[in-house]
T-cell receptor
C-alpha cells in the first residue's frame, strides 16, 4: 500500500491566491482528517470526514477554508484567498472507521508558504 | 471537548539513559491513547498505543503506561539512542476517530 498520498509537497503562493491541497487516503479507510501544524499551535484538527461526509468542521479557521471529499479516494482542502498566516504544514490522515483502537496514518504533508 | 496536556515540552538525555514523557487528559470517556514520533521534516508516525482496558504495554525499548483513575498516561523510552531524537506527541480519543493531540515533546539524545 502506498500510504496516504498528499500533493503538492511544497507550495509557495502569493497572498490573495487560491491554494488547493490534495489527499488520497489509504484504500479501505473510511475516515479522513485534515490537520494543520505550526510551531505556535501544534497539530490542529481542521475537519474530518466519515464515509465522505464532513462530520466536524469546527476547526476550520474561517470561511476562506473549505474542504471536500467527492469520493472515498480523494479529498481537497482549499484556501481562498490565502494569507501569510496560513503558512504551515498541512497533513492529511486516514484511519479505518471501526471505533476505538486504530491510529492515524499520516501523509507526508504539504508545506505551504504564503508570501 | 477533550483537553490533552503534555510535559515536558523539551527533554535532553544522555545516550543510554531513559526518557519519560507524560500526558494528562480531561475526558474520562477517552479510551484510546496513541503516541506519535515526528522526525524533523517528516510525518508523525504511530509508535505505540494503549487502550483503556490495559495498564501497560511494551514494545522493545518503548513502553506506555495508563492510569485511568488519574487520567494520565506516559511514554517511557529506555536505553535511548541518537535516532530517538524527535518530537513525540501523545493523543487521546474516545471515538477512535477524532484524536486530540498534546503539544509535543522535543527529545534530544546526546551522544
Amino acid at each position: 500500500d502506498a500510504g496516504v498520498i498528499q500533493s503538492p509537497r511544497h507550495e509557495v503562493t502569493e497572498m490573495g491566491q487560491e491554494v488547493t491541497l490534495r489527499c488520497k487516503p489509504i484504500s479501505g479507510h473510511n475516515s479522513l482528517f485534515w490537520y494543520r501544524q505550526t510551531m505556535m499551535r501544534g497539530l490542529e484538527l481542521l475537519i474530518y470526514f466519515n464515509n465522505n461526509v464532513p462530520i466536524d468542521d469546527s476547526g476550520m479557521p474561517e470561511d476562506r477554508f473549505s474542504a471536500k471529499m467527492p469520493n472515498a479516494s480523494f479529498s481537497t482542502l482549499k484556501i481562498q484567498p490565502s494569507e501569510p498566516r496560513d503558512s504551515a504544514v498541512y497533513f492529511c490522515a486516514s484511519t479505518p472507521f471501526q471505533g476505538a483502537g486504530y491510529g492515524y496514518t499520516f501523509g507526508s504533508g504539504t508545506r505551504l508558504t504564503v508570501v | 471537548g477533550e483537553n490533552v496536556e503534555q510535559h515536558p515540552s523539551t527533554l535532553s538525555v544522555q545516550e543510554g539513559d531513559s526518557a519519560v514523557i507524560k500526558c494528562t487528559y480531561s475526558d474520562s470517556a477517552s479510551n484510546y491513547f496513541p503516541w506519535y514520533k515526528q522526525e524533523l521534516g517528516k510525518r508523525p508516525q504511530l509508535i505505540i498505543d494503549i487502550r483503556s482496558n490495559v495498564g501497560e504495554k511494551k514494545d522493545q525499548r518503548i513502553a506506555v503506561t495508563l492510569n485511568k483513575t488519574a487520567k494520565h498516561f506516559s511514554l517511557h523510552i529506555t536505553e535511548t539512542q541518537p535516532e530517538d531524537s524527535a518530537v513525540y506527541f501523545c493523543a487521546a480519543s474516545k471515538t477512535g476517530n477524532q484524536f486530540y493531540f498534546g503539544t509535543g515533546t522535543s527529545l534530544t539524545v546526546i551522544p
